[in-house]
């Protein structure tokens, strides 16, 4: 007898640093330190509704692309994985060859839709895995987790949750097999109509959480802009119902007065990166993480890259921006490893 569908039972409270227990952290670098997380998985087209169907990962032969350039700066990014790449062979093959010659880490990432066990709806509210059922998300996250120390050979320890998903059950279930770091936290995001998490209390800063057991280090996310203290009440009001309708955001990001930029090749031009770098740092955020999807490698599969052209623009962005990390800003490549060995303080400040 199959299993009936599985829901949230209750809508989800928004979280927040108090809720999660963070302990921040001082970090032992006066330097800036970048990170990066791919997240990795398979094809699929984002402007139709989700469906279980799309697992191709055709363009993982082309993730040398962006590998190159991390190699020629001594970064060796994280790519969290999902099932659809977890167990096909074109999919983890080269991560293994790059994980073997110590150019990479690997981490995991749930995609809810395409991970079995499939007892859920297939819709926006379910994508997020912190709607489903607690004990059917984590039987996904036990089978994603399996399948990548089955088929890649490595176990993961890095987590980041498809769309931002992550809630309280997860971190449990995180610390309970082993994980030491996320890497889910969206600073500043409102949540979305199709019932995606609520991380406005958030900022760009890793904090530890689990009693000390856990490393969150969130997306760079932040505000440019010359509006100084008044850059995140604006965004609320240019988030507002009233707002979006008038279309806020996009007139004071024009105007210079305040900017929501994430530090991402595929949502944020070099400069805009450049600036929102530049911002957080001087505000004392010393962790910074650049992120994007593993397809945007390859032509036609994101939004953020339709042509050649785009790709080339794609990946001359990235070995821009880090030229500048690097180069001006005298940064330093890390990962999640590294960060927890070399860089955390010996004392958390409570939130």
Known sequence: MSASPTVASSPLRPLTPE?????????RSTRPLLFVVVDTEEEFDWRAPFTRASTSVRAMCHVERGQAIFDRYAIRPTYVIDYCVATQDEGYAPLVEFA???????GAHLHPWVTPPFEEPV??????ACNLDPDLEMRKLTTLHEAIVSHAGVTPLVYKAGRYGLGTNTLAWLVDHGYDTDASINPT????????PDFRGFDSRAFMMQAGRLL???LTHGYAGWAGSLKAPLQAI????????VKAAGILARLGVTNRIMLSPEASTLEEMKAVTRTLLREGLRTFSLTFHSPSLDVGHTPYVRSALQLQQFLDTIDAYCAFFFGELQGLPSTPADFRSKF????????
């Open 19 to 27: 809720v999660l227990g963070a302990e921040y952290l001082g970090v």
């Open 100 to 106: 073997q010659a110590n150019r990479c880490q690997v």
């Open 123 to 128: 819709d926006g509210f379910h994508s997020y």
């Open 189 to 196: 995001l409102p949540p979305s109509d199709d019932g995606g």
């Open 216 to 218: 969150e280090l969130p």
């Open 238 to 245: 240019a988030a507002s119902s009233l707002g979006e309708r």
């Open 344 to 351: 955390l303080a010996g004392q958390a400040q409570h939130s």
